[in-house]
């Protein structure tokens, strides 16, 4: 399995330390418009595969570089400014998505290969890369809300007092500021939330729950603020899904793929099957009614950004 990485800055980094622990990968490829930094980032990691996997290790200092590669994962380009949202990043991170992926697909074997997205605004750039990729939709993949899932399942699991492995929880929609928590599908080793709240006797009261959806929409935010960029988090879903694609787990994720033709097409985040043929199948979770407006309001607020680039 070889695998390239376009941008190797902090995303980048944490990305391909990810991808190394994983064992997955045979041959790893780093690319930046920053040579220097991508030969260092090269060095620093093929030292750390002393300690784990013997994986070579290349810095490319040309596109020639990632023929061959079965999984390009593009992490280039501006990341959020402390108070900056992700649509702050639209036109700037467009322009980075024309110039990589039609050097991308100059190299690369179009009939099998898989893009990973994690650029942001994320799914607007998912749209963007499938649509200058011309990769059928199910191999253009954006991490989508794979992480907001995750913070999500993390302060439920230590209000609940419950692994985060046992909760079956979704963020869906925007990878940004308009995602939805689909609180009406949640569910703790199979019990409905509301249930499982019953029986532990824990309240878990709509106020909590407003305050629960602010923190895993503001988490990027506090992060940011505290450390100048988000990184681990990214690194370990990227990871995750390549687990789920490279073994052919079927596993369901909220990943975002393009849904839809012509003007109505968007890419967000529902739970997707996903496997060696990247995603297989779009699910649709129950919805309240107010979930189910916030998401076609998300999905409108997407099309229409991808329309401004
Ligand atoms: P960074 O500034 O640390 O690194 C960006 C790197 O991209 C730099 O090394 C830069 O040289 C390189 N680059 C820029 N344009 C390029 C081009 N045209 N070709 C090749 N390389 C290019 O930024 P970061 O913190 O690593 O963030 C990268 C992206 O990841 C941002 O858009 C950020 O918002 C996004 N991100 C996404 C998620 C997610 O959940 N999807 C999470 C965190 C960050």
């Not at 992490?75 to 322009?95: F, I, M, V, Y």
Request: charged share 25%.
């Amino acid at each position: 399995m070889k695998i390239a990485i376009i941008g190797v800055g902090s995303v980048g980094s944490a990305v391909a330390t990810a991808v190394q622990n994983t064992g997955l990968a045979h041959e790893i490829v780093l690319f930046d418009r920053d040579g220097v930094r991508a030969r260092a980032a090269a060095e620093d990691l093929g030292h750390a595969g002393a300690f784990s996997y013997d994986i070579k290790i290349t810095a490319a200092s040309s596109y020639r570089v990632i023929r061959g590669s079965d999984i390009v994962i593009i992490a280039a380009g501006a990341n959020q400014k402390p108070g900056e949202t992700r649509t702050d990043l639209l036109h700037k991170n467009a322009s980075v998505i024309e110039d990589i992926v039609p050097r991308v697909m100059a190299n690369v074997d179009a009939k099998k290969v898989k893009i990973i997205v994690v650029t942001n605004p994320l799914d607007v750039m998912v749209m963007l890369a499938q649509k200058l990729s011309k990769l059928p939709a199910s191999r253009v993949i954006g991490t989508g809300t794979m992480l907001d899932s995750a913070r999500l399942k993390v302060i439920l699991s230590r209000q609940l007092g419950v692994s985060t492995r046992s909760i079956n929880a979704y963020v869906l929609g925007e990878h940004g500021d308009s995602s939805v928590v689909n609180w009406e599908a949640i569910s703790i080793g199979g019990i409905a939330l509301d249930d499982f709240c019953k029986q532990t006797k824990i309240s878990l009261p709509q106020t909590k729950r407003k305050t629960i959806e602010h923190r895993v929409r503001g988490a990027a935010y506090e992060i940011i603020r505290g450390r100048g960029a988000t990184w681990d988090g990214i690194g370990a879903a990227v990871a995750d899904l390549l687990h789920a694609i490279v073994n052919d787990e079927k596993r369901i994720l909220t990943t975002s793929v393009v849904d839809g033709v012509g003007k109505s097409a968007v890419a967000m985040s529902m739970p997707r099957i996903v496997g060696e043929n990247g995603v297989i199948m779009n699910l649709h979770t129950k919805l309240s009614k107010t979930e189910s407006a916030d998401l076609r309001k998300s999905s409108k607020i997407i099309r229409k950004n991808f329309d401004l680039i």
